[in-house]
Protein backbone atom coordinates (compact mmCIF):
# COMPACT_ATOMS: atom_id res chain seq x y z
CA UNK A 1 0.00 0.00 0.00
CA UNK A 2 1.51 3.36 -0.75
CA UNK A 3 2.29 6.25 1.14
CA UNK A 4 1.96 9.99 0.00
CA UNK A 5 5.60 12.04 0.39
CA UNK A 6 5.83 14.11 3.27
CA UNK A 7 3.87 11.33 5.41
CA UNK A 8 4.71 9.01 8.36
CA UNK A 9 2.79 5.79 9.56
CA UNK A 10 1.32 5.75 13.03
CA UNK A 11 1.18 2.47 14.28
CA UNK A 12 -0.43 3.21 17.86
CA UNK A 13 -1.00 6.21 20.19
CA UNK A 14 -0.27 6.04 23.93
CA UNK A 15 -0.99 8.36 27.03
CA UNK A 16 2.03 9.28 29.10
CA UNK A 17 2.09 7.73 32.22
CA UNK A 18 0.95 10.20 35.13
CA UNK A 19 3.55 10.77 38.04
CA UNK A 20 1.84 9.32 41.43
CA UNK A 21 1.30 12.22 43.87
CA UNK A 22 2.63 9.64 46.34
CA UNK A 23 6.56 8.35 46.23
CA UNK A 24 7.15 5.35 46.84
CA UNK A 25 10.57 3.85 47.64
CA UNK A 26 11.68 -0.08 48.15
CA UNK A 27 13.59 -1.28 51.05
CA UNK A 28 15.54 -4.82 51.20
CA UNK A 29 16.83 -5.28 54.54
CA UNK A 30 19.30 -8.33 54.43
CA UNK A 31 17.88 -11.79 53.95
CA UNK A 32 14.17 -10.31 53.20
CA UNK A 33 12.27 -10.14 50.56
CA UNK A 34 11.63 -5.95 49.51
CA UNK A 35 9.23 -4.21 51.27
CA UNK A 36 7.66 -1.26 49.30
CA UNK A 37 7.09 1.96 51.29
CA UNK A 38 4.50 4.47 50.58
CA UNK A 39 3.47 8.09 51.80
CA UNK A 40 0.23 7.64 53.40
CA UNK A 41 -2.55 9.86 52.94
CA UNK A 42 -3.83 9.96 55.81
CA UNK A 43 -1.05 10.03 58.24
CA UNK A 44 1.59 11.46 55.88
CA UNK A 45 4.39 9.17 57.10
CA UNK A 46 5.56 6.03 55.28
CA UNK A 47 4.38 2.70 55.86
CA UNK A 48 3.76 -0.55 54.07
CA UNK A 49 0.48 -1.46 52.68
CA UNK A 50 0.15 -4.10 55.37
CA UNK A 51 0.75 -1.91 58.21
CA UNK A 52 -1.67 -0.67 60.39
CA UNK A 53 -2.09 3.26 59.69
CA UNK A 54 -1.51 5.19 63.09
CA UNK A 55 -3.90 7.67 61.94
CA UNK A 56 -6.58 5.49 62.28
CA UNK A 57 -9.31 6.21 64.93
CA UNK A 58 -7.78 9.87 65.65
CA UNK A 59 -9.25 12.92 65.62
CA UNK A 60 -7.96 15.64 62.94
CA UNK A 61 -7.17 18.95 65.60
CA UNK A 62 -7.18 20.76 62.07
CA UNK A 63 -10.69 20.15 60.84
CA UNK A 64 -12.12 17.38 64.04
CA UNK A 65 -13.03 14.79 61.52
CA UNK A 66 -11.92 11.18 62.14
CA UNK A 67 -8.93 8.82 60.68
CA UNK A 68 -6.42 11.27 59.82
CA UNK A 69 -3.75 14.00 61.07
CA UNK A 70 -3.72 17.43 60.87
CA UNK A 71 -0.39 16.89 58.95
CA UNK A 72 -2.57 14.97 56.21
CA UNK A 73 -5.41 17.14 56.17
CA UNK A 74 -7.44 18.47 52.85
CA UNK A 75 -9.63 20.49 54.27
CA UNK A 76 -9.77 24.56 53.15
CA UNK A 77 -9.09 26.79 56.13
CA UNK A 78 -10.90 30.55 55.88
CA UNK A 79 -8.51 33.30 54.82
CA UNK A 80 -7.67 34.63 57.94
CA UNK A 81 -7.11 30.94 59.29
CA UNK A 82 -4.91 30.36 56.05
CA UNK A 83 -3.28 33.65 56.61
CA UNK A 84 -2.18 33.06 60.44
CA UNK A 85 -1.15 29.31 59.54
CA UNK A 86 1.74 31.02 57.22
CA UNK A 87 3.93 31.83 60.17
CA UNK A 88 6.51 29.36 60.05
CA UNK A 89 6.62 29.18 63.67
CA UNK A 90 3.40 28.02 63.64
CA UNK A 91 3.97 25.33 61.17
CA UNK A 92 6.91 24.20 62.82
CA UNK A 93 5.58 23.92 65.92
CA UNK A 94 2.44 22.41 64.65
CA UNK A 95 4.45 19.35 62.83
CA UNK A 96 6.49 18.44 66.24
CA UNK A 97 3.18 18.27 68.72
CA UNK A 98 1.75 15.69 65.26
CA UNK A 99 4.64 13.62 65.31
CA UNK A 100 4.95 13.59 68.97
CA UNK A 101 1.49 12.57 69.65
CA UNK A 102 0.48 9.99 66.98
CA UNK A 103 -0.08 7.12 68.77
CA UNK A 104 -1.88 8.86 71.92
CA UNK A 105 -4.53 11.15 72.19
CA UNK A 106 -3.59 14.72 74.12
CA UNK A 107 -5.45 16.50 76.77
CA UNK A 108 -6.23 19.93 76.57
CA UNK A 109 -5.63 22.81 79.25
CA UNK A 110 -7.20 26.20 78.16
CA UNK A 111 -5.73 29.67 79.00
CA UNK A 112 -8.88 32.04 79.15
CA UNK A 113 -6.61 35.16 79.63
CA UNK A 114 -7.42 38.52 77.58
CA UNK A 115 -5.37 41.64 77.93
CA UNK A 116 -6.26 44.99 76.55
CA UNK A 117 -2.56 47.09 75.91
CA UNK A 118 -2.08 50.56 76.35
CA UNK A 119 -5.16 50.67 78.58
CA UNK A 120 -4.56 52.90 81.46
CA UNK A 121 -7.46 51.32 84.04
CA UNK A 122 -6.57 48.80 86.48
CA UNK A 123 -9.83 48.10 87.92
CA UNK A 124 -10.73 45.46 85.68
CA UNK A 125 -7.91 43.05 86.53
CA UNK A 126 -6.93 41.49 89.47
CA UNK A 127 -3.69 40.59 90.43
CA UNK A 128 -2.15 39.07 93.74
CA UNK A 129 1.34 39.14 95.02
CA UNK A 130 2.64 35.67 95.91
CA UNK A 131 5.97 34.05 97.29
CA UNK A 132 6.90 31.23 95.16
CA UNK A 133 9.75 28.87 95.49
CA UNK A 134 12.63 27.89 97.85
CA UNK A 135 14.03 30.39 98.79
CA UNK A 136 11.01 32.55 98.05
CA UNK A 137 10.55 34.81 95.36
CA UNK A 138 7.95 37.63 95.29
CA UNK A 139 5.87 37.31 91.83
CA UNK A 140 2.56 39.16 90.87
CA UNK A 141 0.06 36.92 89.46
CA UNK A 142 -2.96 37.59 87.15
CA UNK A 143 -6.32 36.19 88.58
CA UNK A 144 -7.88 34.62 85.68
CA UNK A 145 -11.07 32.49 86.92
CA UNK A 146 -11.27 31.12 83.17
CA UNK A 147 -7.90 29.19 82.93
CA UNK A 148 -7.66 25.90 83.83
CA UNK A 149 -3.47 25.58 84.27
CA UNK A 150 -1.22 27.95 85.82
CA UNK A 151 1.28 29.45 83.94
CA UNK A 152 5.09 31.71 84.23
CA UNK A 153 6.55 33.20 81.56
CA UNK A 154 9.43 31.16 80.42
CA UNK A 155 11.89 34.62 80.79
CA UNK A 156 11.02 35.08 84.35
CA UNK A 157 11.20 31.38 85.31
CA UNK A 158 14.44 31.53 83.74
CA UNK A 159 15.57 34.07 85.91
CA UNK A 160 14.00 33.16 89.11
CA UNK A 161 13.95 29.15 89.12
CA UNK A 162 17.86 28.51 87.28
CA UNK A 163 17.91 25.48 89.10
CA UNK A 164 15.07 23.59 88.80
CA UNK A 165 14.13 21.09 86.77
CA UNK A 166 11.43 21.01 84.04
CA UNK A 167 9.35 17.52 83.67
CA UNK A 168 7.99 16.82 80.21
CA UNK A 169 4.39 17.72 79.13
CA UNK A 170 1.92 15.13 77.89
CA UNK A 171 -0.95 17.27 77.34
CA UNK A 172 -0.81 21.02 75.39
CA UNK A 173 -2.12 24.17 76.46
CA UNK A 174 -4.40 26.39 74.25
CA UNK A 175 -5.31 30.40 74.74
CA UNK A 176 -8.22 32.15 74.18
CA UNK A 177 -8.73 31.84 70.60
CA UNK A 178 -7.63 27.74 70.12
CA UNK A 179 -3.76 28.27 69.14
CA UNK A 180 -1.32 26.51 71.14
CA UNK A 181 0.88 27.27 72.95
CA UNK A 182 4.73 26.92 73.55
CA UNK A 183 5.43 24.41 76.39
CA UNK A 184 8.58 24.50 77.73
CA UNK A 185 7.56 21.91 80.59
CA UNK A 186 6.05 22.13 84.19
CA UNK A 187 7.49 22.07 87.98
CA UNK A 188 5.74 21.52 91.37
CA UNK A 189 6.55 25.07 93.23
CA UNK A 190 5.38 25.92 96.60
CA UNK A 191 3.22 29.08 96.55
CA UNK A 192 2.51 31.14 99.52
CA UNK A 193 -0.28 33.61 99.61
CA UNK A 194 -0.92 35.26 103.50
CA UNK A 195 -1.07 32.51 105.79
CA UNK A 196 -2.05 30.15 102.80
CA UNK A 197 0.70 27.79 101.80
CA UNK A 198 -0.17 25.45 98.88
CA UNK A 199 2.40 23.31 96.87
CA UNK A 200 0.94 23.42 92.65
CA UNK A 201 1.51 23.20 89.19
CA UNK A 202 3.62 25.72 86.56
CA UNK A 203 3.43 25.32 83.15
CA UNK A 204 6.47 27.18 81.77
CA UNK A 205 5.32 28.96 78.68
CA UNK A 206 7.09 31.00 76.00
CA UNK A 207 4.69 34.02 76.47
CA UNK A 208 5.28 37.94 77.16
CA UNK A 209 2.09 37.72 79.37
CA UNK A 210 2.09 37.86 82.88
CA UNK A 211 1.90 34.93 85.07
CA UNK A 212 -1.11 33.24 85.51
CA UNK A 213 -3.08 31.45 88.61
CA UNK A 214 -6.21 29.49 87.83
CA UNK A 215 -9.33 28.56 89.19
CA UNK A 216 -8.33 26.04 90.94
CA UNK A 217 -5.62 27.33 92.38
CA UNK A 218 -7.87 30.73 93.25
CA UNK A 219 -10.20 28.54 95.02
CA UNK A 220 -7.35 26.92 96.96
CA UNK A 221 -5.54 30.11 98.11
CA UNK A 222 -8.92 31.68 99.05
CA UNK A 223 -8.30 34.29 96.27
CA UNK A 224 -11.51 33.73 94.83
CA UNK A 225 -15.30 32.67 96.17
CA UNK A 226 -18.11 31.48 94.50
CA UNK A 227 -21.14 32.98 95.99
CA UNK A 228 -24.47 32.13 94.57
CA UNK A 229 -26.77 34.37 96.82
CA UNK A 230 -26.82 38.28 97.68
CA UNK A 231 -29.39 38.15 100.52
CA UNK A 232 -26.37 38.96 102.74
CA UNK A 233 -26.46 42.23 100.54
CA UNK A 234 -29.45 42.81 100.36
CA UNK A 235 -30.05 42.87 104.85
CA UNK A 236 -27.27 45.48 104.59
CA UNK A 237 -29.19 47.60 102.20
CA UNK A 238 -32.58 47.04 104.53
CA UNK A 239 -30.62 47.70 107.69
CA UNK A 240 -29.18 51.11 106.36
CA UNK A 241 -32.32 52.05 105.57
CA UNK A 242 -33.74 51.55 108.92
CA UNK A 243 -31.29 53.19 110.30
CA UNK A 244 -31.95 56.43 108.80
CA UNK A 245 -35.43 56.24 109.51
CA UNK A 246 -34.80 55.49 112.71
CA UNK A 247 -32.70 58.12 113.28
CA UNK A 248 -34.88 61.27 111.80
CA UNK A 249 -37.91 59.42 112.82
CA UNK A 250 -39.32 62.66 113.64
CA UNK A 251 -39.25 63.77 109.78
CA UNK A 252 -40.99 60.96 108.34
CA UNK A 253 -44.18 61.92 110.70
CA UNK A 254 -46.95 63.23 109.75
CA UNK A 255 -47.63 65.31 106.84
CA UNK A 256 -44.71 67.49 105.42
CA UNK A 257 -45.53 71.13 104.32
CA UNK A 258 -43.85 74.34 103.73
CA UNK A 259 -44.63 77.39 106.20
CA UNK A 260 -47.03 80.26 104.38
CA UNK A 261 -49.32 80.54 101.91
CA UNK A 262 -48.97 80.20 98.27
CA UNK A 263 -51.75 82.44 95.93
CA UNK A 264 -53.11 81.68 92.26
CA UNK A 265 -54.24 84.56 89.87
CA UNK A 266 -57.26 83.58 87.59
CA UNK A 267 -57.83 85.10 84.40
CA UNK A 268 -61.66 86.47 84.18
CA UNK A 269 -62.39 86.14 80.51
CA UNK A 270 -61.33 82.55 80.84
CA UNK A 271 -65.07 81.23 81.37
CA UNK A 272 -64.93 78.26 84.78
CA UNK A 273 -65.39 74.91 84.08
CA UNK A 274 -67.45 72.56 85.44
CA UNK A 275 -65.91 69.13 85.03
CA UNK A 276 -68.73 65.81 85.17
CA UNK A 277 -67.66 63.54 88.03
CA UNK A 278 -66.13 60.51 87.22
CA UNK A 279 -67.45 57.13 87.56
CA UNK A 280 -65.28 55.21 90.81
CA UNK A 281 -65.07 51.36 90.67
CA UNK A 282 -67.52 49.87 93.26
CA UNK A 283 -64.41 47.97 94.39
CA UNK A 284 -62.67 51.41 95.43
CA UNK A 285 -65.67 53.44 96.59
CA UNK A 286 -65.62 52.59 100.49
CA UNK A 287 -61.81 52.54 100.12
CA UNK A 288 -61.35 55.70 98.34
CA UNK A 289 -63.85 57.44 101.07
CA UNK A 290 -61.75 56.43 103.75
CA UNK A 291 -58.99 58.16 102.13
CA UNK A 292 -60.79 61.70 101.74
CA UNK A 293 -61.74 61.77 105.27
CA UNK A 294 -58.33 60.84 106.50
CA UNK A 295 -57.04 63.92 104.59
CA UNK A 296 -60.06 66.14 105.29
CA UNK A 297 -58.76 65.20 109.11
CA UNK A 298 -55.07 66.42 108.26
CA UNK A 299 -56.39 69.57 106.31
CA UNK A 300 -55.22 68.66 103.11
CA UNK A 301 -58.70 69.42 101.45
CA UNK A 302 -61.72 70.72 103.05
CA UNK A 303 -65.28 69.95 102.17
CA UNK A 304 -67.04 72.30 99.90
CA UNK A 305 -71.38 71.71 99.96
CA UNK A 306 -72.05 75.17 98.28
CA UNK A 307 -72.13 76.25 94.98
CA UNK A 308 -68.68 76.68 93.27
CA UNK A 309 -68.01 77.78 89.75
CA UNK A 310 -64.77 75.69 89.21
CA UNK A 311 -65.50 71.91 89.60
CA UNK A 312 -62.52 69.55 88.80
CA UNK A 313 -62.84 65.95 87.47
CA UNK A 314 -61.31 63.01 90.66
CA UNK A 315 -58.43 60.81 89.89
CA UNK A 316 -57.91 57.68 91.26
CA UNK A 317 -54.86 55.41 91.00
CA UNK A 318 -53.79 52.61 93.01
CA UNK A 319 -50.31 52.38 93.89
CA UNK A 320 -48.57 48.93 92.95
CA UNK A 321 -46.34 49.00 95.88
CA UNK A 322 -48.57 49.46 98.92
CA UNK A 323 -51.91 49.23 97.92
CA UNK A 324 -53.10 52.43 98.78
CA UNK A 325 -55.00 55.19 96.71
CA UNK A 326 -53.44 58.52 94.74
CA UNK A 327 -56.08 61.36 95.18
CA UNK A 328 -55.53 63.80 92.48
CA UNK A 329 -57.75 66.24 90.45
CA UNK A 330 -57.58 66.64 86.54
CA UNK A 331 -56.09 70.38 86.42
CA UNK A 332 -56.08 70.89 82.54
CA UNK A 333 -59.65 72.97 82.65
CA UNK A 334 -58.12 74.65 85.41
CA UNK A 335 -54.64 75.45 84.17
CA UNK A 336 -55.65 77.36 80.76
CA UNK A 337 -57.05 80.11 83.11
CA UNK A 338 -54.37 80.26 85.69
CA UNK A 339 -51.92 83.39 84.99
CA UNK A 340 -48.25 82.32 85.27
CA UNK A 341 -45.93 84.51 87.09
CA UNK A 342 -43.10 85.39 84.69
CA UNK A 343 -39.61 84.98 86.52
CA UNK A 344 -36.75 83.67 86.77
CA UNK A 345 -35.82 79.93 88.23
CA UNK A 346 -33.13 79.06 90.31
CA UNK A 347 -30.76 77.39 89.28
CA UNK A 348 -29.70 74.02 90.97
CA UNK A 349 -26.59 76.24 92.32
CA UNK A 350 -28.78 78.36 94.01
CA UNK A 351 -30.53 76.31 95.52
CA UNK A 352 -27.68 74.18 97.26
CA UNK A 353 -25.85 77.21 98.66
CA UNK A 354 -29.17 77.65 100.53
CA UNK A 355 -29.00 74.25 101.61
CA UNK A 356 -26.04 74.61 104.04
CA UNK A 357 -26.52 72.72 107.19
CA UNK A 358 -29.17 70.96 106.52
CA UNK A 359 -29.71 67.21 107.94
CA UNK A 360 -32.81 65.96 106.20
CA UNK A 361 -35.49 66.54 103.24
CA UNK A 362 -39.43 65.98 103.00
CA UNK A 363 -41.31 66.08 100.25
CA UNK A 364 -44.71 67.29 101.19
CA UNK A 365 -47.78 64.95 100.75
CA UNK A 366 -44.91 62.43 100.61
CA UNK A 367 -47.67 59.42 102.12
CA UNK A 368 -50.90 60.42 99.71
CA UNK A 369 -48.74 60.96 97.18
Not at 213 to 228: G, P
Not at 267 to 296: C, F, G, H, Q, Y
Request: charged content about 25%; aromatic content about 4%; proline content about 7%.
Amino acid sequence: MGHSRGQETVHAIGRKPHRQENETRSVKPKGHANVTLKTCSYCAGQHSNKDICPAKGKQCAKCKKMNHFARACRSKLPSQAKAHLKSVHTVRENIEMTTKDTDEEQDCFYIDSITIENEGRNDEQAYADMQLGFPPQAVRFKVDTGAQANTIPANMFQTLFPHVTLKPVTHKLTDYGGHSLSVEGKCQLKCKHKDKTWTLEFHVVNTSAPPVLAMKACRDLNLVRIVMAVTEERNKTTNSSQAILDEYADVFKGIGEFPGECSFHVNPDVAPTVSPPRRIPIALRARLKDELDSMERNQIICKVTDPTDWVNALVVVEKPKTGRLRVCLDPRPLNKAIQRPHYPLPTLEDVTTKLRGARGSVRPGHQTG
